[in-house]
């Protein structure tokens, strides 16, 4: 049913906590349906610094969460906005058509994650 | 890596002694048990030795055992059987009626709702928090037009034992016909159809170390079934097929074993559930047991972990060779918690963080202390990451703070 490369990032989860006073936290998901996912950012000169990630729900949840940390860690803001459910998808080496939605979810939370820092420096 | 199975609720492994009887049914005795030499003779004969075996497992006669491919199959059999047969019968304006449980298999709630859909009503019984079907509600439900009770004798999921013989005794005096769904409790509690006063009954073989793809379902004398598998006329007109002999036999003869062993195998296997429930409960915080304490199946324990979620903590005991199951959704095809676990009045939160772990005549203590060594370690790391655990948030509060969030990210427009 998972990939490897998922079953790895299940395994051993990167970048997995909580930030200390993170300039961006994103969550979104839904308890009830099993996922729900937490993501904080350091911003730094336009770019993502640091990033942490927090998840509950199944091992695609915690796999997908995982590799988006790995994708936009280092990229300037507007590169990681770009980020898609798919790339996160490939780079884990496919997704169940039913858990496809994990990666969406993923780059769902970076998103609000972004937005959310970029509210709090009045740029909106 | 020990590998340790505990999801024999799923099913089991094949006996040596089933495998060995089964075995010559493949190679040496071949033949159609329709065909009227020698061969067929033989093969005629194993199958009416597997129906005395079904038989004396649950106090039936002979003639009241018809051979299925599954459990699945069973149920349909009994309850569109008598559904179809007794349909005209009622004169009921408000039509013919079916009481049934919400926590049933899915072989019966599909098959209950596919009736529906053919003009049948059908009550589908809350449960308590125990999962216990409330007989008294049971009992004010039924009217003129009830013609068939369809209650599972032990849930699949949580474990815990319906009061069929309650029920039994409610449906003999009102007239009505009573399937039980028993293929849980088949081989690992006594069955007694008598005193169940149960009209018909399904089992499945690989349940209790027989093959897969055969059940059985009882029929007591003189209940009238319409059969859906037309054809060949086999096991009394009921079901049509040539029989899977070997499987047949492979039924009967689990059943065989089940009978000689079942006052021990309850026993042994109640003291190592009953060793994983208190170590659990006693010793992974939040961690809380589904079902009743005591009126459960022998062999079946199953927790829930609050701030965690199912899949996760299945594969991650797999990780670690324990084999488990889970009511969560995320496991599933379809992305909605159990119907069990949400009829016990679990929030979708607290369903998503559950573990079934059923037990085998052939697990051993020493299995059960790795268990119990490893499911806490796993719970600390899966709660590590989770967002839910250490937050005190109850769940409409969760609710409103994710609205809240979704209406900011909206309010957002990036440029």
């Not at chain 1, 099993?34 to 993502?48: A, E, F, H, P, R």
């Not at chain 2, 097929?241 to 089940?258: F, H, R």
């Not at chain 2, 979620?309 to 909605?336: F, N, P, Q, R, W």
């Amino acid at each position: 049913m998972y990939s490897e490369k998922l079953m790895e990032h299940f395994r051993n989860p990167h970048n997995m906590g909580e930030l200390e006073n993170p300039d961006g936290v994103g969550t979104v998901g839904n308890p009830i349906c099993g996922d729900l996912m937490s993501i904080y950012i350091k911003v730094k000169d336009n770019k993502i610094e640091d990033i942490k990630f927090k998840t509950f729900g199944c091992a695609a949840a915690i796999a997908t969460s995982s590799m988006i940390t790995e994708l936009a860690k280092g990229k300037t803001l507007e590169e990681a906005l770009k980020i898609t459910k798919e790339e996160i998808a490939d780079a884990l080496e496919g997704l169940p058509p039913i858990k496809m939605h994990c990666s969406n979810l993923a780059a769902e939370g970076l998103k609000v994650a972004i937005k959310d820092y970029l509210a709090k420096k009045g740029k909106y | 890596m020990k590998r340790i199975y505990l999801d024999h609720a799923a099913t089991t492994p094949i006996a040596q002694e089933v495998l060995k009887e089964m075995l010559p049914y493949f190679t040496e005795f071949y033949g159609n048990a329709s065909s009227l030499h020698s061969f067929g003779r033989e093969a005629h004969n194993a199958i009416e030795k597997a129906r005395a075996q079904i038989a004396n497992l649950i106090k039936a006669k002979e003639e009241e055992i018809i051979f299925t491919s599954s459990g699945t199959e069973s149920d349909n059999l009994a309850i569109k059987g008598i559904a179809y047969r007794h349909k005209e019968l009622i004169t009921d304006f408000e039509g013919p009626h079916i009481i049934t449980s919400a926590i049933e298999h899915p072989a019966v709630l599909e098959t209950c709702k596919y009736l529906e859909q053919q003009g049948f009503r059908v009550k589908y019984l809350p449960v308590d928090k125990y999962g216990f079907v409330n007989v008294e509600e049971l009992e004010n439900s039924i009217s003129k037009g009830t013609f068939l009770i369809t209650i599972m004798h032990a849930n699949n999921e949580i474990g815990t034992i319906e009061p069929i013989e309650e029920i039994g005794k409610i449906a003999k005096e009102r007239d009505v016909i009573l399937h039980t769904d028993a293929v849980q409790s088949f081989g690992k509690v006594p069955i007694d159809v008598g005193k169940m006063n149960a009209d018909l009954l399904s089992v499945s073989a690989h349940k209790i170390y027989g093959p897969k793809g055969v059940g059985a379902l009882y029929i007591k004398r003189g209940v009238q079934v319409e059969p859906f598998i037309h054809g060949g006329g086999h096991e009394r007109g009921l079901r049509s097929s040539t029989e899977n002999i070997a499987g047949i036999v492979g039924l009967g003869k689990a059943a065989e074993l089940a009978q000689q062993r079942i006052e021990s195998d309850a026993a042994y296997m109640t003291k190592l559930r009953d060793k994983l429930i208190k170590n659990i409960t006693e010793n992974v915080e939040e961690s809380y047991l589904n079902g009743h304490p005591t009126k459960r199946l022998p062999n079946n324990a199953h927790f829930r972990f609050t701030g965690i979620e199912g899949e996760s903590l299945v594969l991650s005991l797999d990780e670690k060779g324990i084999a488990s199951s889970t009511g969560s959704a995320c496991s599933s095809k379809k992305l909605e918690p159990s119907h069990v676990l949400l009829a016990i009045g679990l929030n979708e939160v607290e369903a998503h963080g559950s573990l079934r772990l059923t037990l085998g005549r052939e697990n051993t203590e020493e299995e059960i202390d790795y268990v119990l060594g490893v499911l806490p370690e796993v719970v600390e790391r899966l709660r590590k990451i989770s967002p839910l655990w250490g937050k005190k948030l109850e769940l409409e509060e969760w609710k409103k703070k994710l609205e809240k969030e979704e209406r900011k990210s909206k309010e957002i427009e990036l440029r």
